[in-house]
């Protein structure tokens, strides 16, 4: 079975504190790997978009990296704002025909003041 | 538009009536996806437009729900005799490739709560 695990569930850091937040997963046939920003009440937003060849991926102060060997995942984000309080999605995309996307249930970030 | 539009952002509905969700996606884009998201989960595909072909309708839970993009644009949800359990969080998507592998732009979702 298809499936995406996160860790931790939840995370609470100081502003301006780095994190890491990690994703295993388990899908056949592996297109890609993304990871999506999920703000309370809005709809995911994609960070970044990895393939199998690809194992790093940076978009502003958050970094992807992917070991496809391993089957994991992670996504860094530096000097962490009040604005990055969110859900982080990691999301790997299967090649069916199409790209059906397999989520995970996210980390919860809280960056406290 | 200038991102994914849904309509309406909240229902509530009672245990067996039946419930429509909009969703108008990027204009230009070709593939479409509906999501359900349960509360405290991360999304799970339920169907996947190509313009106006429904090529993937796997994820549906039940045959009360039924999708329909008739005119390769805006896309309609709807669920019949709606139960306590289609409570949830429907996104939508929209893709302007054919196969979706670039990003989806997501729509905010409409939250539906069955009483």
């Known amino acids: 079975k298809n499936q995406v695990e996160q860790s931790p569930q939840s995370l609470i850091i100081l502003e301006g504190k780095n994190c890491t937040l990690q994703?295993?997963?388990?899908?056949?046939?592996?297109?890609?790997l993304r990871w999506y920003k999920q703000d309370t009440g809005r709809g995911p937003v994609s960070l970044t978009i990895?393939?199998?060849?690809?194992n790093t991926k940076s978009n502003g102060r958050y970094t992807a990296t992917l070991d496809a060997d391993t089957k994991q995942s992670s996504l860094h984000i530096t000097a962490s704002q009040l604005s990055d309080s969110a859900s982080y999605i990691c999301v790997v995309s299967a090649n069916t025909g199409f790209q059906k996307l397999v989520f995970g249930t996210g980390t919860r970030l809280l960056v406290s003041p | 538009g200038a991102g994914v539009s849904q309509s309406p952002r909240y229902k509530v509905a009672k245990r067996g009536q039946d419930v429509a969700l909009r969703c108008d996606p990027i204009s230009g884009h070709v593939s479409l996806f509906w999501y359900q998201q349960a509360l405290g989960q991360g999304p799970e595909f339920l169907t996947y437009f190509q313009n106006e072909a429904q090529l993937d309708k796997s994820g549906l839970p039940s045959d009360r729900f039924f999708a329909e993009r008739p005119e390769g644009s805006v896309s309609t949800l709807k669920i019949q005799r709606t139960q306590q359990e289609d409570s949830a969080v429907y996104l939508c998507?929209?893709?302007?490739?054919?196969?979706?592998?670039?990003?989806?732009?997501f729509g905010d979702g409409t939250r539906l709560s069955i009483l």
């Open positions: 998507a929209s893709s302007f490739d054919y196969q979706g592998s670039q990003p989806q732009h």
């Open positions: 990895m393939t199998f060849s690809e």
């Open positions: 994703c295993n997963y388990t899908v056949s046939p592996f297109s890609n």
